[in-house]
């Protein structure tokens, strides 16, 4: 069975070379506080399993995933277009509807518990290492496509797919620490277009009171 977690977003015909430009100096900005991606990717990892466990503590879990796609999930989407686009996925900045940019699905399922969404920080370990791994691929292969962006203003679809596998990795691993999906996130790495996705299987999801 699909993963109840769809990331996904087609690539652009033309890339604008000035888009590069400005990734270039907001990485410098980033830099010059203090990094790149590195201590924000690890500040995620705690901060979306806290922040899960800290609405599920106000709301209950039946609220909490009746207004997830207007509160969590969101912030989740958000977070997704602006790495996305300093992955040069997309020339869309960040600061649009991120829904105009990409498609973040999550199909809720299961009851999630404060405990248990805290207790994913550990369970996620393994694919925290794996993902750092592939973050140093694909800053490589960034910085690949931004050549290839200045030079002919688009770039291979292999590269291409393998950031946007890249990204729904990391889309899987956030909705399954926010407590939103119950399985666990699969090792494994989707490069293509992914179909729409499936609804929560009867029982699975809680209504909304």
Known sequence: MAYPVIFDLDQQPKYDKMQVVIRILILIVLSILGGVFGWAGWLLYLA?????????????AQRYFGEANDDIVKWLRIVAAFYSYMFLLTDRLPNEEPKQTLRLE????GEPTVGGVLLRIIYAIPHAIVLSLLGIVAALLALIAAIMVLVQESYPEGIFGFLRGYMRWHARVAAYMAGLVQDYPPFAFDTGPESPALPATAGDQPQTP
């Open 48 to 60: 979306i399993p806290v922040l899960a466990a800290i609405l599920i503590s106000q709301k209950g």
């Open 106 to 109: 999550i199909s809720p399922q």
